[in-house]
């Protein structure tokens, strides 16, 4: 499957920690992208990284990206509660088609 | 950012009717508009991918009769789930791209909550 797999399936941290989330996938993509998701809402777009790219930054968010290994890496620094939500990545194949992972859950606690 | 609007946000209907979904991008044109479903706790699920002016390119195992895609204009594309079945009791999410873009990030709208009785 081209699907991405992303780990943890669930994470849970404290206000203040570093959160990493990883995605992993099977395919030749074009570019790796990150979605949140609250609970029961749409999915908002986080950050994109093109193939030839292996890190982007974007405020507290920093994504790697290794096309060797097929796998990519989110992670939120210094965290806040409101960043709790569904997290998932989401590979861009040939043809533009967006398949996303299974999502990470992640809770910071207050 | 672009804005995509969906709706109903949430619908309940009795077995065996027809829910349409509507799908519009508030400020700007999409060519090609796109549908998921999400069952709780799961991933997106691409079911089809909606063409302006065309017919939709439906994914496999997604049946083309029970999903009816309808992208008449540049700015609306709408799901009709028809005979609906307790079994087809899910959140429905559409996406676009602005323009004739093939590639990039989507903008979603906030999905709609079908559940069937």
């Known amino acids: 499957s081209q699907q991405g797999e992303e780990d943890p399936q669930a994470l849970s941290i404290q206000e203040g920690e570093n959160a990493t989330m990883n995605c992993s996938y099977k395919t030749s993509i074009n570019n790796l992208q990150w979605y949140r998701q609250n609970s029961g809402r749409g999915l908002v777009h986080l950050i994109l990284i093109r193939s030839n790219e292996r890190e982007k930054h974007s405020g507290r968010l920093r994504v790697t990206l290794d096309t060797s290994k097929k796998s990519s890496s989110l992670l939120i620094t210094a965290s806040r509660a409101a960043d709790t939500a569904s997290y998932f990545c989401?590979?861009?194949?040939?043809?533009?088609?967006?398949?996303f992972g299974e999502g990470t859950q992640l809770t910071v606690n207050p | 950012g672009a804005v995509v609007s969906q709706h109903p946000s949430r619908v309940i209907c009795k077995s065996g009717t027809s829910v349409k979904i509507e799908c519009r991008s508030l400020d700007f044109q999409a060519t090609t508009m796109f549908w998921y479903r999400q069952f709780p706790k799961q991933s997106l699920m691409l079911m089809a991918t909606s063409n302006e002016g065309s017919k939709a390119t439906y994914e496999q195992g997604v049946e083309k009769d029970k999903f009816l895609i309808n992208h008449a204009s540049l700015t609306l594309s709408t799901l009709t789930v028809t005979s609906a079945h307790p079994e087809d009791s899910s959140f429905y999410i559409c996406s676009a791209r602005p323009g004739q873009s093939r590639t990039g990030e989507l903008f979603f709208g906030e999905g709609s909550r079908l559940t069937v009785l």
């Open positions: 989401a590979i861009e194949t040939s043809g533009s088609r967006l398949t």
